[in-house]
Each structure stands twice: as structure tokens, then as C-alpha cells.
């Protein structure tokens, strides 16, 4: 029997100066066994050979002559969505960022060490392993913001408007809405902040600081309130439960330096579904009014529709936009925590029970046998009283 060797990955790689694409074609000649890799002398190089075979990551530099590394990632983003978006620029001022900001899922600072560049990469390439579909990989892809209700869109507005605004004040704000704190996760994680991955959201908001944040806030282009038509759920609605929910999960854990990992993953564990009713607003729509008429669950239902559920769809896009792997396999696996162990099966638990009890209308049933199977069962009694409501 012949032995089909596996696909190899594509990489593209962009820069207008022939001396930094021989750097990183000598930078990464180890990886020649797992990738193939092209290297495109400036942005029309680089469409040209979009334009003639697929590529799973681009990776591109920011200042580039006729076609720079902002315009080529919008193109990219447009025409070849399912596509991973990685910009490698020595030049990190606010400005550039901002611009590049909507298009890009990893933006990483030259000097790159090979270690980092080839994780960015990899996690990248992992996204295939939550949906192999790729109409909806590319309907993730496309994604360069996420909506979120008009009061808190114009609480942080206003907040960020203050020169007399406080970072605690902005952490409160951006701690209720789960699109802010996506985007900002994933500004926080890049490697053109820091080496060092951060997990936790107040630490992510200080780490940029006040200024970077309102200039975010004021971007709409990257963040922007409601628009087009009108989601098949309350979006209100989503985020105060996800609110409830990150705030038991964080009290679920039983190990502290896990708490603000809890809190994020409960927070962000339902932004599948923004992706999905956004992408597919008619289908989302007509499956959300089914599963609410039969009692099916909104998971279960997805996965009939779409071929993947919220979770799945939502760690593939907190995965291209390089949050912290713990993170995304907890979203991943929120509905579904059979098999997750260690450090992740904690987070899982917490944020499975604390989605189960915050409030939705049609929530997944508690996974028993998984909680038996990784220890916390105990703790459910404990976990319950947490969640009644104070009188």
C-alpha cells in the first residue's frame, strides 16, 4: 500500500527588501519539511501569487511601496478570507496599528526570534482542527469586528472621551462587553506588546494603557456598535448573561491563578454565535426561531445547520487572533468538556457549570459524568449556592 504523504502547510511571505526575505528564508529553513514556502518581493509579487494558488498564513511587512502591508491584509481579508493574516513590521507606531488593526489577526515586531514567528504560524495553521469547512473558515476570516450594545458602545465612548478617565474605570467598562474584550485580548497578546501571553483582562487593559484603548474605542472601524440586520437574539441580553457567567466561573475555580482565566473564557465563550448570526443572518435566524420552538439546544442545532457549533467557531477566531491556547480550547470545549484534563479541565468545569446557571433560555444540561470523571463533583453543591440569586 502506498503512503499518501500529508498536504503541506503554504506559507506566503512579503517584503519589499530582498535582504529580509533571504533572512527569513534562512531563519526558517528547518521548517522546508512541514511548510512550503513562498517569498513575494512587495505587495503585487505578493497578489500575483495569491491570485494563482491558495495559501494558509501570509505573513507581511507594514511599509511597503504601491501596495503596503495594511492594503495587501484588507485584500487578502476580501478575496482569500479563509486565509490567516500576519503582519512582521519593525514600525509599531499607534497609527500603523490602527490601520492595520480591522485586516490583521497577529501582529508581530521585528526583530522576530524564530520561536516566535514559527508558534505564531503554527497556531495560525491549527484553526483547521475546529472546522475543516472552508466556507466557514472564510466566513470567520472575514470578521475584523464584533458588535456590542449601544450602551455600552457609548458608555466607553464617553469614558474614552475623559481626559479625566482612569484605567480602572475603562477595565469596569470593558470587562461587560465581550466584543471589546476580544479585540482587546488579542491587541494585548501580540508579540509587537510583549513576549509574554496575558490571560487576564485587567491586565491586558493596563498593559496598553489609556491612550492605545481610547484611540481603539474611537475607531469604529474596529469597533463599532450594531449594524445591518437586526441579530435573532438579544444582544443585551448575551451579554449579561456571559457577564454572570465569567463572574461564577472565576469564583468556580479552585485554583486562584486560574480565576482571571475563567473569567475571560466565560466571558468570550459565546462569540461563535455574533460570528455566525453576522455571517449567516437569514440561516442563523431561521435555525434560531427552530430551535427555540422544539427546546433543542442552540449548539446542537448549529452543528445540524452550519457543521460546527458556537464553540468551535468562536475558538477558531480567538485562535487566528492568537489569544492564550488555554483560552481557546476552554471555548472550544465549553458544551462539550469530556476528555479535557489538567488546568483546562478546571477552567472547562467552571465555565461548562457557570454557562449551565447564568441564565440562558435554552442551556446545556450539566455534564455529571464529566465532573465525576475530573474531580469536581463535589464541588457542584458549592458551585449551585454560588449561583442563587441574593435575597
Request: with cysteine; hydrophobic share 45%; aromatic share 6%.
Amino acid at each position: 500500500m502506498i503512503e499518501v504523504a500529508p498536504e503541506k502547510m503554504r506559507i506566503l511571505f512579503v517584503d519589499d527588501e530582498p535582504s529580509i526575505l533571504s533572512g527569513l528564508r534562512s531563519l526558517l529553513h528547518r521548517q522546508r519539511k512541514d511548510w512550503e514556502m513562498v517569498f513575494a518581493l512587495g505587495g503585487e509579487q505578493a497578489i500575483e501569487q495569491l491570485e494563482t494558488s491558495q495559501f494558509h498564513v501570509v505573513v507581511t511587512d507594514m511599509r511597503m511601496p504601491k501596495i503596503d502591508g495594511a492594503q495587501l491584509l484588507q485584500m487578502v481579508q476580501e478575496r482569500w478570507p479563509s486565509t490567516c493574516r500576519i503582519v512582521l513590521s519593525g514600525h509599531a507606531e499607534r497609527e500603523a496599528m490602527l490601520r492595520v488593526l480591522p485586516a490583521m489577526h497577529v501582529f508581530l515586531a521585528k526583530p522576530c526570534d524564530p520561536k516566535t514567528l514559527r508558534t505564531a504560524i503554527d497556531r495560525c495553521l491549527k484553526v483547521s482542527t475546529f472546522t475543516d469547512d472552508p466556507a466557514l473558515r472564510a466566513l470567520i476570516g472575514r470578521v475584523d469586528k464584533l458588535p456590542s450594545p449601544p450602551r455600552l458602545y457609548s458608555t466607553l465612548t464617553k469614558l474614552a472621551d475623559d481626559p479625566r478617565t482612569s484605567l480602572d474605570e475603562v477595565s469596569r467598562a470593558i470587562s461587560t462587553d465581550t466584543a471589546f474584550a476580544a479585540k482587546v485580548m488579542q491587541i494585548a497578546n501580540s508579540a509587537a506588546f510583549g513576549e509574554a501571553e496575558t490571560t487576564s483582562l485587567p491586565r491586558a487593559i493596563h498593559y496598553l494603557g489609556l491612550e492605545l484603548l481610547r484611540a481603539i474605542a474611537l475607531s469604529t472601524s474596529i469597533y463599532a456598535p450594531p449594524s445591518g440586520p437586526p441579530l435573532p437574539f438579544s444582544l443585551e441580553r448575551m451579554q449579561d448573561v456571559a457577564l454572570r457567567a465569567a463572574g461564577l466561573a472565576r469564583r468556580y475555580v479552585r485554583n486562584p491563578a486560574l480565576a482571571d482565566i475563567a473569567f475571560v473564557t466565560a466571558l468570550l465563550h459565546d462569540v461563535g454565535r455574533l460570528v455566525l448570526a453576522l455571517g449567516l443572518p437569514n440561516d442563523y435566524a431561521a435555525m434560531a426561531k427552530e430551535s427555540l420552538a422544539s427546546g433543542e439546544s442552540v449548539w446542537v442545532a448549529e452543528r445540524r445547520h452550519f457543521g460546527a457549533d458556537h464553540a468551535r467557531v468562536g475558538a477558531c477566531l480567538l485562535q487566528m487572533w492568537g489569544l492564550p491556547q488555554i483560552i481557546v480550547d476552554a471555548v472550544a470545549a465549553h458544551h462539550e468538556p469530556r476528555g479535557c484534563t489538567g488546568e483546562l479541565a478546571e477552567v472547562v468545569a467552571a465555565v461548562h457549570v457557570a454557562d449551565a446557571l447564568a441564565g440562558e433560555d435554552h442551556p446545556t444540561p450539566v455534564d455529571l459524568e464529566f465532573l465525576h470523571e475530573s474531580g469536581f463533583a463535589s464541588e457542584l453543591e458549592r458551585w449551585l449556592e454560588l449561583a442563587r440569586p441574593e435575597s
